[in-house]
């Protein structure tokens, strides 16, 4: 029998199953970009925010979010 069916998308959970690797979740990933701006502007708030392209109290807002403290 062929199979006709378009095949699944990288990360597609199979019928009945978990997929094979659990992709980053945007979470850690939005954590580590902060995280990674911030020291490349030395902790400079009002230079990470305008790098990241947010308001400076919504990355204070994220790093509380996301526990960040410098020195990591």
Do not use: F, M
Request: overall charge positive; cysteine-free.
């Amino acid at each position: 029998e062929l199979d006709l069916a378009p095949p699944a998308p990288p990360g597609a959970v199979p019928p009945g199953g978990a997929p094979a690797e659990t992709p980053e979740s945007l979470r850690e990933a939005e954590r580590r970009h902060i995280l990674a701006t911030l020291k490349q502007h030395k902790w400079n708030i009002t230079r990470s925010a305008k790098a990241l392209g947010i308001d400076r109290v919504t990355l204070y807002n994220k790093i509380k979010r996301y526990k960040i403290r410098e020195g990591e």
